[in-house]
């Protein structure tokens, strides 16, 4: 059973910083590509960021248009944590973060992720 928990969400004006964790258990992190989608009010889930899997040090990275140059994903496999680092926040960045894991390939589509978390609340005020 692989389980995913994301934490670092919360309240930032426009501007600011978060940087959202994701711990995962269950399997070799190492293994696992990691995404991170999110959903704002009223609208469907979104890519956001995926990095991909590897044993080594080189990973390669994706990111949505609409957050390029301002969140980096990364990831330690030796602590089993993907993050997201949202730098330059804006209102329009508002909504529940979920990060996501499926084991090997490389995906930007929400349908080709086979893990969940329960999602964290990132709120940019105006």
């Known amino acids: 059973q692989v389980q995913l928990v994301e934490s670092g969400g919360g309240l930032v004006q426009a501007g600011g910083s978060l940087r959202l964790s994701c711990a995962v258990s269950?399997?070799?992190?190492?293994?696992?590509?990691m995404g991170w989608f999110r959903q704002a009010p009223g609208k469907e889930r979104e890519f956001v960021a995926a990095?991909?899997?590897?044993?080594?040090?080189?990973?390669?990275?994706y990111y949505a248009d609409s957050v390029k140059g301002r969140f980096t994903i990364s990831r330690e496999n030796a602590k089993n944590t993907a993050y997201l680092q949202m730098n330059s926040l804006r209102p329009e960045d508002t909504a529940v973060y979920y990060c996501?894991?499926?084991?090997?390939?490389?995906?930007?589509?929400?349908?080709?992720?086979?893990?969940w978390g329960q999602g964290t609340q990132v709120t940019v005020s105006s």
């Open positions: 996501a894991a499926v084991l090997g390939k490389m995906a930007r589509t929400q349908e080709a992720y086979d893990y």
């Open positions: 990095i991909s899997w590897s044993r080594g040090s080189t990973f390669l990275s």
């Open positions: 269950g399997r070799p992190f190492s293994t696992y590509t």
